[in-house]
């Protein structure tokens, strides 16, 4: 990518270059051997001038084909489902989603979709590339169909919606206005759509959340000029799940404008910091790593991207002895690059790990809970904190 994917432009801020990163943090592996030879990609994160998106000048569309053995449902934890179930019932109260249709663009296996289809009555239709039937909801209100979006076909719905889909495109703008032309007129369709936020990764230092399957990273500036640009009127946006998501609401808006660039002065400063802070933080996890290793077995919670990405960025993370991860579909498979198993919670009986360390802040209180429900007298450690 030589231009910006969003808005075209060229001018750019370098971020940061890392070197061979797993391509796939959401896919495991049968095997240790398959696990250790799986594909790796190069980053090379730039900010664009203009739009002020971040992106990935390396990324290969050619290493990423999505199929049904894409893991990332985080439908497992219930911290993550009563986040979700609050969303869905937002807007349907907001938009008065009731007795319609309601669309999930890149709906994997149909979760959130069935709970917008529950609290407003509706009927839904999911569309997912990567959708595995076996894992559908039973839910007779929702059909997923495994291939991508029809901007085809006229598409008269209560609600169009995306969670973190736009992240992994190589040109968001495509999809927006393909879905916006979808709409008959006059439509009233309300639209939701959430991605990781980049400032959180940026001011936070959440490096973790940089991963090869997201080529781009949004601001809210961004994502709204981005939904205004396509043809949509924006009539909310914010943050949510510990400001480590952005979502963007919208209704259909006057078509075929062009936006004067958004205000992304504040970004660019966080922006040339991160290059700097990512070496910090990973030169202070791999130090404190080795002390704990010389004192127990330690074992990472969440095998998600998070996780994978942890156990490929900090050389000690070698050292680490399992992924635990509460998704039964995980175990006994084993982590891209690195190659730990993935276990259930209850193997770390045996295990009997000194230290666990929690990808996530948001989990700890139900992370903290299973170690003593276990039995178990391991040191629980928030990995987000900043040195
Ligand atoms: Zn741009």
Known sequence: MDHCPSCSNQDSISIVSIESIPVFCNVLWPTAQQARASASGDMELVMCRSCG?????????????????????????????????????????????????????????????????????????????????????????????????????????????????LEHLTSPLELLRGIRSSFPAGARTASYHEVPDATYMLEELAIWDLIYEHPLYYSEPTLNWLMTTAGFEVTDSGRSFGDQYLWVEAIPGETGRTCEPPDIGGLTRAASEFGDGLRRVVSHWNAKLEHMLDTGPVVIWGSGSKGVQFLNLVPAGSGISAAVDVNPRKHGQFVPKTSQPVISPEALVDLAPAHVLVMNPIYTPEIAASIVELGLGAEVHDITFQP
Not at 81 to 92: C, K, W
């Open 53 to 165: 998106l971040l992106y990935n000048t390396r990324f290969d569309p050619g290493l990423v084909a999505y199929s049904p053995n894409y893991e990332n449902s985080l439908h497992f934890s219930p911290a993550f489902n009563q986040f979700a179930e609050g969303v869905a019932r937002r807007l349907v109260e907001r938009y008065d989603i009731h007795n319609t249709e309601v669309v999930e663009v890149g709906s994997g296996s149909g979760d959130f979709l069935s709970m917008v289809c529950e609290f407003g009555d509706n009927t839904g239709v999911g569309f997912d590339p990567s959708h595995d039937p076996d894992r559908k909801p039973a839910d007779d209100r929702i059909t997923v169909h495994a291939k991508p979006y029809p901007t085809e076909h006229p598409v008269d719905a209560g609600l169009v919606c995306s969670r973190h889909v």
